[in-house]
């Protein structure tokens, strides 16, 4: 198989590694110089392109299997500097040739607040420049949309982030994955027909933050906060039931206590 990463992040270098190592053919995209080597050495097709500036088109097989897209619609990003970014990485898709194309955003696209939020969930689309992007995505052809929650695994543990501070977000629930799961999800994605154009990807059982910083915390070794004040309460559910049904797929870590 031939596939193309566009934004190659955390997960798309471990997808990226991955496939290299079942011996199919990967191209990359990264801005960043050192990561560029990196991904050269590990013998990736490494391409310098930054979506927000001109991308040349020649960088770039003609012809591929498999897209993963994880170019980031960070809420901090200007309208414009989104609606430019996205508009580039559609003009490149329509002049290649492709079977799917998986486009990575987030359970953020979700309002912050009390609720169980599914794939059918009607959202307002205003100032939701995940939902932006994700409608320009959606304007290509063999497009799916993976919505992520929170991403773990490796050096990411959750408890890391809070080492001698103040959690203000313990009794919320997890919307979280583990990066094994999100690796597995894709390759299924791209090899299986899938029958929506978007899935939610967290653990099917969820917890509360407090429980999940105490577990790795005590499991990897971490200090705890100093204290939990739990000023942001809200329980926002995200359900992963779809793609779960739709791929058959019994997720490796299924508990965020798990991790």
Same mark, same amino acid.
């Given at each position: 198989?031939?596939?193309?990463?566009?934004?190659?992040?955390?997960?798309?270098?471990?997808?990226?590694?991955?496939?290299?190592?079942?011996?199919?053919?990967?191209?990359?995209?990264?801005?960043?110089?050192?990561?560029?080597?990196?991904?050269?050495?590990?013998?990736?097709?490494?391409?310098?392109?930054?979506?927000?500036?001109?991308?040349? $088109?020649?960088?770039?097989?003609? !012809?591929?299997?498999? #897209? =993963? %897209?994880?170019?980031?619609?960070?809420?901090?990003?200007?309208? @414009?500097?989104?609606?430019?970014?996205?508009?580039?990485?559609?003009?490149?898709?329509?002049?290649?040739?492709?079977?799917?194309?998986?486009?990575?955003?987030?359970?953020?696209?979700?309002?912050?607040?009390?609720?169980?939020?599914?794939?059918?969930?009607?959202?307002?689309?205003?100032?939701?420049?995940?939902?932006?992007?994700?409608?320009?995505?959606?304007?290509?052809?063999?497009?799916?949309?993976?919505?992520?929650?929170?991403?773990?695994?490796?050096?990411?543990?959750?408890?890391?982030?809070?080492?001698?501070?103040?959690?203000?977000?313990?009794? $919320?629930?997890?919307?979280?994955? !583990?990066?094994?799961? #999100? =690796? %597995?999800?894709?390759?299924?994605?791209?090899?299986?027909?899938? @029958?929506?154009?978007?899935?939610?990807?967290?653990?099917?059982?969820?917890?509360?933050?407090?429980?999940?910083?105490?577990?790795?915390?005590?499991?990897?070794?971490?200090?705890?906060?100093?204290?939990?004040?739990?000023?942001?309460?809200?329980?926002?559910?995200?359900?992963?039931?779809?793609?779960?049904?739709?791929?058959?797929?019994?997720?490796?870590?299924?508990?965020?206590?798990?991790?």
């Amino acid at each position: 198989m031939k596939i193309l990463i566009l934004g190659c992040g955390w997960i798309g270098e471990a997808l990226a590694n991955r496939l290299m190592s079942e011996g199919h053919e990967v191209y990359a995209t990264t801005t960043n110089s050192e990561k560029y080597q990196r991904l050269q050495a590990a013998g990736i097709f490494a391409i310098k392109a930054n979506f927000d500036e001109p991308i040349d $088109q020649s960088d770039f097989p003609s !012809h591929i299997d498999f #897209v =993963l %897209n994880s170019l980031p619609a960070v809420k901090r990003l200007d309208w @414009s500097v989104l609606t430019a970014r996205f508009e580039a990485a559609r003009a490149l898709l329509k002049q290649l040739v492709y079977r799917k194309h998986i486009f990575l955003s987030s359970v953020g696209v979700y309002p912050d607040r009390d609720g169980d939020f599914t794939e059918e969930t009607i959202l307002d689309a205003r100032d939701n420049k995940l939902l932006a992007a994700e409608v320009c995505m959606q304007g290509l052809p063999h497009t799916i949309v993976y919505r992520l929650g929170g991403l773990f695994g490796g050096q990411r543990i959750f408890a890391k982030y809070f080492q001698d501070k103040v959690c203000t977000t313990g009794a $919320q629930c997890t919307n979280f994955i !583990h990066q094994t799961d #999100v =690796l %597995n999800l894709i390759q299924l994605g791209f090899l299986n027909q899938l @029958s929506g154009s978007c899935y939610n990807l967290v653990t099917p059982e969820s917890s509360s933050k407090k429980e999940v910083i105490l577990a790795s915390a005590a499991k990897y070794g971490f200090r705890p906060p100093v204290a939990f004040d739990d000023q942001e309460c809200f329980q926002k559910h995200v359900s992963s039931h779809k793609i779960r049904q739709v791929l058959d797929y019994t997720f490796v870590y299924p508990s965020p206590l798990d991790f």
